[in-house]
């Protein structure tokens, strides 16, 4: 019974480069929501997606990110040109369906990323 | 813009103890109020609230939701320093299941 899972767990990158997370959410699950995680904050929502659809991107900055859920695979958060201030963790959680009463998401381990 | 609030920030008291922690919120479209335990990795979840005066309970740990007065509080009874760890109230909101978290609430529970 395999969680949800993120890979990395840590990414190291120069600025001007360019991130790719991955999260494959719990076997079923079809929803998988993207947060941030800055040093002592709270996580703040980027993006929620269903397969081949993203649903509400309103917590992702307009320029350098995007993410996607294909049909087959996992989910994808790329930051392009990274700069110092994405470094943050980046957790993913998948949840089975939206509109249930009972909504719990599932986290993965996270995505810690530096930006040397 | 929706908003959740956590206090206190911090907190350390020490084993033994009862500790509670607050977490107010003001959002649209309010669906369930979510309590999670975050210890240096993912959040595990402890409890989801959707109706007021209904208290959730599990071991030593307990919430209740107040929807009149838009806040819920995370009780903790007799604390053992396993229980350190960062404390995060998230409100669900709309069909979508969008949560906004709030900074959280770390508790340290010395021996």
């Known amino acids: 019974n395999a969680g949800v899972m993120q890979n990395p767990r840590h990414l190291v990158r120069r600025r001007g480069q360019e991130a790719r997370l991955r999260c494959s959410p719990v076997?079923?699950?079809?929803?998988v929501y993207w947060y941030r995680q800055l040093p002592e904050e709270g996580l703040k929502f980027m993006v929620y997606?269903?397969?081949?659809?993203?649903?509400?991107e309103s917590g992702m900055p307009k320029e350098r990110f995007s993410a996607e859920f294909p049909k087959e695979g996992p989910s994808i958060l790329r930051i392009q040109q990274v700069v110092r201030g994405d470094s943050a963790a980046y957790f993913c959680?998948?949840?089975?369906?939206?509109?249930?009463?009972?909504?719990?998401?599932?986290f993965g381990p996270g995505t810690r990323l530096t930006v040397l | 813009e929706d908003k959740v609030v956590q206090s206190p920030l911090s907190l350390v008291v020490h084993e033994g103890d009862t500790v509670t922690l607050n977490c107010s919120y003001e959002?649209?479209?309010?669906?369930?109020l979510l309590w999670y335990k975050q210890e240096k990795k993912a959040p595990t979840f402890l409890f989801m609230l959707?109706?007021?005066?209904i208290e959730k309970k599990s071991g030593r740990l307990s919430s209740i939701l107040d929807k009149k007065e838009l806040f819920s509080i995370l009780n903790i009874t007799a604390t053992q320093t396993g229980d350190s760890a960062v404390y995060l109230c998230?409100?669900?909101?709309?069909?979508?299941?969008?949560?906004?978290f709030g900074d959280g609430t770390t508790l340290t529970v010395k021996p």
């Open positions: 959707t109706s007021s005066g």
């Open positions: 959002v649209t479209n309010f669906r369930s």
């Open positions: 076997k079923g699950h079809s929803h």
């Open positions: 959680a998948s949840s089975p369906l939206a509109g249930q009463s009972h909504n719990e998401q599932f």
């Open positions: 997606l269903q397969k081949e659809n993203i649903i509400d």
């Open positions: 998230a409100v669900e909101v709309g069909a979508a299941g969008k949560s906004t």
